[in-house]
């Protein structure tokens, strides 16, 4: 649907990057290595962007590091399309929402990092979260998304000690 709407790929692929999870940060060599398309494509979308205000750049050395403007006027709502583009949106709706005993739940993996992938990685925390029902509703959420989804479970307490591993992350459901 999107990509009928973004027909540049290029476009489509610095919105997922950068709108998906706001704090994404990255500068042109990353992209081009990540997105396997020339830094001169790459350059001039990242421009448009920064034009726009939708975009924001600052100096580290010799790198010029573009993130999200968070404080545009559109970015909530382009946030939300991308949400339901991913199909993450129906994620949390049909199985988060679901959960008793869910505490937090954190996107990590490649939508974490911006990167469109045909996997979505969870992380869930809490007590008492039925496997079964969980396996369930995730299988009912794959078909509506048309995207594998794989999780792990961690008891309260243990995502102290586990959510510094997964530095790149982004929280769909709780409270940090």
Sequence with gaps: MLDTLVTSKTRLKLLVKFFLNASTRSYLRDLEAEFGE???????????FEEAGML????KG????????VKHPLFSDIHSILMKYTGIDRVVE??????????????IGDFARGRDS???DLLLV???????????????????????IRYL?????????M?????ERLLLFGVE
Aim: aromatic residues 6%.
């Design 163 to 167: 959510l510094p591993q997964y530095p």
């Design 56 to 59: 924001t750049s600052q100096m």
């Design 126 to 148: 809490g007590d008492d979260i039925n496997s079964e029902y969980l396996l369930n509703l995730i299988g009912k959420a794959e078909k509506l998304v048309d995207r594998k």
């Design 118 to 120: 045909r996997i979505i």
């Design 94 to 107: 049909n199985v988060l929402n679901e959960l008793g005993g869910l505490r937090q739940a954190w996107l």
């Design 62 to 69: 010799n790198k010029k590091i573009f993130g999200a403007n």
């Design 153 to 161: 479970i961690l008891n309260s307490g243990e995502e102290i000690s």
């Design 38 to 48: 020339s830094t001169n494509a790459i350059r001039v979308e990242l421009n448009r």
